[in-house]
């Protein structure tokens, strides 16, 4: 789903949350994009946009590392390794006040989804690693349990 330039300053506008994240990027991923690619999929999902700093400002990325910016987010998040089980996910590119941005929509998973082997959940405008918690993995299993039909045993 492609976003107006109109809608994508809404976006900001809003500022981030539990479904919203802003990440700089401005010659090569954050460290850190999939920690919360893997906590939208563990929650309800969310849209990333990246190009755009914490406080709501649109740096854009540079042009020259948009090409690999693109192939190293989509070879990653197919990646075992990195993020399990793997997330096929669109990105999207957008002209923002003349700075490129990527947009990233992140679906709601149906499964539990481990990166670099740490779960991760969204509160807020936040990723937390909640791996040593029993008791928040167990209720992300059991919302994940409730949500979807596929779970279910039906008479």
Known sequence: ????????????????????EFKTCGQQLNRDVY???????????????????????????????????????VTTVNNPQKLTP????????ATVDGKTLLIVHVPESSQVHRCNGRIYDRNEDGDFDITDSTTQVAHLYLRKQGSFSENKVYP
Do not use: T, W
């Open 1 to 20: 789903m492609m976003l107006s330039e109109q809608q994508i300053h809404d976006l900001i506008a809003q500022g981030e949350g539990i479904s919203l």
């Open 86 to 93: 793997p997330a096929y996910l669109s990105i999207d590119a």
């Open 35 to 73: 920690q919360s690619v893997c906590a939208f999929l563990n929650r309800h999902g969310g849209i990333l946009l990246l190009g755009v700093q914490d406080n709501g400002v649109i740096s854009g990325i540079a042009s020259h590392a948009l090409d690999q910016i693109r192939k190293d987010f």
